[in-house]
């Protein structure tokens, strides 16, 4: 009986996992899985959900979430989302971003991270209320609001003004 139980959960793994690599289709990465690694994992199919809770880590291509809990909604209609609570961090190319919840929005291929967010690049470092990463065409947007006005801090690379020009041109 045992092990009855030990394949059966095999198996809802396994179904549930390749479930949530269907999510996370097209742009670039289409055709890549994502993979999921966590402590535990809760699967609802009456609500068409699948949490992912304790040391989440979630890779796709060359982009990682990490988050303590880790939502995956299957929308009939294909409006599907995956949202990353607790203690978000997302790497991608040397891009770093972190804020309290991230949710991924499938057919939009965005993702909106809100919760005192913070991205850096290099040494640069923007803050926000809430910054939208648009995945397939490398653009973002960080909106401020009355209480977190849109800080950058930027390192100058050499030059900013264009070789051949004067000031004064």
Do not use: C, H
């Not at 289409?30 to 699967?43: E, N, Q, Y």
């Not at 919840?101 to 040494?123: H, M, R, S």
């Amino acid at each position: 009986m045992r092990q009855f139980i030990v394949i059966s959960i095999s198996l809802l793994l396994i179904i549930d996992v390749s479930l949530s690599a269907e999510l996370v289709k097209g742009g670039d990465d289409k055709g890549l899985p994502i993979v999921i690694v966590s402590d535990r994992m809760i699967s609802e199919r009456k609500n068409n959900k699948i949490t992912f809770i304790g040391n989440v880590v979630a890779k796709r291509g060359d982009m990682t979430v990490y988050s303590k809990v880790l939502e995956i909604y299957n929308d009939m209609e294909g409006k599907d989302r995956i949202i990353a609570r607790d203690d978000v961090r997302i790497e991608q190319d040397g891009k770093y971003a972190i804020g309290q919840e991230a949710i991924f929005y499938e057919e939009e291929q965005k993702i909106v991270l809100t919760g005192n967010p913070k991205a850096w690049e290099d040494k640069n470092m923007i803050t926000g209320a809430e910054m939208i990463f648009f995945i397939n065409k490398d653009e973002s947007i960080v909106n401020g609001s009355e209480k977190r006005k849109v800080k950058l801090t930027f390192y100058p690379k050499g030059d900013l003004v264009p070789k051949g020009r004067q000031e004064g041109e």
